[in-house]
């Protein structure tokens, strides 16, 4: 299995052959090189799926439809999706081929974090952005600047390479253990105990603003997307930034934080599934077109419609993609 987490630590002990206990503690059971093998073989078979599914996405959103301001969102994050899963095969592959690749390991999991640092991040834009389109959608229409997705993605790939170099440079090239652990854990704390409940609680606004309203409203496919999204990165992904905060903070479980490598695995996977089936469901049938399935799917001109007259209610006005 790919190293744990506290691998880009500066070493303190030699390096452990696979199978023995990596945990370092005594008293837990070593972990079985046969479960990590299997771990990795499931995991490269899912990446291998996974970019398949994201290189799509990338290819459809990219050249083949006309983007939205959210659709820009999605189109980074199936970059930094694929970015993830791409890293994880290459890992995947030097350790079922037994490679000795030394100092590579701390470069892997390096981008391995800022890929999904980076996902963390948009997500929880994403989140934000899409709450305030419904909570103030007047000022969402004509206040919003044009370009302001592209921006703020460009500067959430910006934030977590600056985090993760730091993190890369302070823990593996010129090693200092004491800064090099504070910063780990402040990373960690920013994904887990800032990012994550700020997606959860605008996701949770926006779900009640929309399902216990007095003003009814009629769901689109895109707030569909973005919901079972960010239900899927809170379930599989998070766990990751849970796992690595308790490995820093000396906390140490069996297969952690493989597993979370894992779940990660799974959710970026699964988000191309999520857009294709939620963009081919059409009267209980799922058409198989995938270009027509992604532009169903995030080019739906009207996410949330406001079903009130605006003759009888001034402020009947719904968000527009």
């Not at 083949?64 to 994050?77: M, Q």
């Not at 080019?299 to 003759?311: H, K, N, R, T, Y």
Request: aromatic letters at 12%; glycine letters at 6%.
């Amino acid at each position: 299995m790919r190293p744990s987490a506290t691998a880009i630590l500066p070493p303190t002990t030699a390096t452990q052959a696979p199978g023995t206990n990596q945990s370092g503690t005594v008293g837990l059971p070593e972990p079985s090189y046969a479960v990590l093998k299997f771990m990795e073989s499931f995991c490269l078979l899912s990446a291998a799926c996974g970019m398949v599914g994201n290189g799509l996405v990338l290819w459809f959103l990219g050249l083949r439809i006309r983007r939205n301001h959210f659709s820009v969102y999605i189109l980074n994050l199936a970059a930094a999706d694929f970015g993830y899963l791409l890293c994880i095969a290459v890992e995947t592959v030097q350790y079922l081929m037994q490679f000795n690749v030394g100092v590579q390991f701390g470069i892997f999991l390096f981008l391995d974090l800022f890929m999904y640092g980076t996902g963390l991040y948009l997500l929880t834009a994403i989140s934000i952005e899409r709450c305030l389109s419904v909570l103030s959608p007047i000022w969402c229409r004509t206040h919003r600047p044009k370009h302001l997705s592209a921006v703020v993605s460009g500067l959430l790939w910006a934030l977590s390479l600056l985090l993760n170099t730091l993190g890369y440079v302070l823990c593996t090239v010129r090693p200092s253990p004491r800064v090099c652990r504070r910063l780990l854990i402040a990373i960690g704390a920013l994904d887990f105990l800032i990012c994550a409940p700020l997606m959860l609680l605008f996701s949770l606004t926006l779900f009640l603003r929309v399902r216990c309203s007095s003003q009814p409203f009629q769901t689109g496919r895109l707030f569909i997307v973005i919901m079972l999204t960010i239900l899927l990165f809170l379930i599989f992904a998070v766990p990751l930034s849970v796992l690595i905060l308790l490995d820093f903070l000396g906390h140490k479980f069996l297969y952690s934080p493989e597993i979370g490598f894992v779940l990660s695995c799974v959710n970026s996977t699964l988000n191309p599934v999520i857009y294709f089936l939620v963009g081919s469901y059409r009267d209980r049938k799922f058409r198989l077109t995938l270009r027509l399935a992604f532009q169903r799917a995030f080019q739906d001109s009207e996410g949330i419609v406001f079903l009130c007259s605006p003759w009888n209610d001034p402020h009947c006005l719904g968000p527009n993609e």
